[in-house]
């Protein structure tokens, strides 16, 4: 049978820099000849908000396979970039020794609008995403698909937590990047609206009354793209390595052909899944992998492991047609040898207990993230 062609697939990444001597977050001026040297490079390249930031996008495509070396030439061409300007470019949640005070925001009329508006909330957002995006054969039925998927979202952070540090300090979390993004508006889950007609309203008066430009200033953690014709799951940190990634995003593909074939998948997803949805995030915040969870159909506790076998048994079909269960597959790989949290974690604590002090152990988990980044 031939592939099934329908849901082409795009990952966006957000990687942040660190000065190489320090590892803290680079000086404006140096960041900024990192980005004008670094676009003659890779394409696509664009900057994020902080100049300490970079983002760049896979073209929509079928093969996870291709879309693995895309990623891996990008980061390794960056990397080269960086570390000619004296910098490392690494992948996670957030940069352990980013410090607010230290960043600068690149000029461009979006992020303008972004500081007008939130003021000093703006230069917290020291914090890095991967966005995956893919396609809905039937763009009416986006909203619909976007309910149903809200259950597995905890699931997708578990895969992804990279975010235990926050300005020089150990966070206390698995996964603090979700907590920082949450000061701002229009974050987190989204509501559950009923048709996609309801949304469009929902957004015609956001902008009727000029509080957004367009739907793109909404954020929430799985939503319609504006620009595209998918569904955009944004809910995962930055993934430190590139075959994690590539795993959950084909994963998440899975489930989206899931959702469109069954209907029934999820059906009456309503105020207490958007609630046990939201409790469940905070678990992998605290915990990741090891988090306990609520099954809501059995009504009982339930582990990351045994939702993550639930949804592999359940795409499995899916992913064979699709020719992705090898790369889904590997989604148990990335449980069994744990998140780039607890590698950084664990990075952080053996230097500690060998007598280095805070900030050097942290310098420590920068440059081991600069050397997964790119397979090292």
Known sequence: MAMDERFRFGIEEEYFLADAKTCESPKGETADAFHEAAKEIVEPLSHEFLKGQAEVQTEPQLSFD?????????????????????????????????????????????????????????????????????????????????????????????????????????????????????????????????????????????????????????????????????????ICDSCTRVDDAVAIAALYQALSRCATRRPELNRGVGAVERGVCASNIWQIQQ????????????????????????????????????????????TRDVLARGSSADRQLATFRERVAEGAGEEEALREVVRMLGRETVGG
Request: one cysteine or more.
């Open 287 to 330: 915990h990741g992998g090891e988090a306990r969870l609520i099954d809501v159909a059995r009504g009982q506790a339930t582990t990351v492991s045994a939702l993550l076998e639930e949804a592999l048994k359940l795409v499995e079909d899916d992913a064979r047609e699709l020719g992705s269960l090898d790369w889904v597959l590997r």
């Open 66 to 234: 291709r879309a693995c070396d895309d990623l891996e030439r990008m980061r390794r061409d960056l990397s080269r970039v960086a570390s000619e300007h004296g910098l490392i470019l690494f992948a996670a949640g957030t940069h352990p020794l980013a410090r607010q005070r230290d960043q600068e925001a690149n000029p461009d009329p979006r992020y303008d609008r972004l500081v007008a508006e939130l003021g000093v909330i703006a230069k917290r957002a020291m914090i890095c995403a991967m966005h995956i995006h893919c396609e809905a054969p039937e763009p009416a039925r986006r909203l619909d698909v976007m309910n149903r998927l809200l259950p597995f979202l905890p699931l997708f952070y578990a895969l992804s937590v990279s975010s235990p540090f926050w300005q020089g300090r150990e966070a206390g979390l698995k996964g603090i990047r979700l907590s920082t993004f949450a000061e701002w508006p229009r974050m987190g889950l989204p509501e559950i609206f009923e048709s996609d007609a309801e949304y469009r309203r929902f957004v015609d008066l956001l902008v009727a009354a000029d509080v957004v430009t367009d739907a793109s200033f909404i954020w929430w953690h799985i939503r319609p793209s504006t620009r595209f014709p998918t569904v955009e799951l944004r």
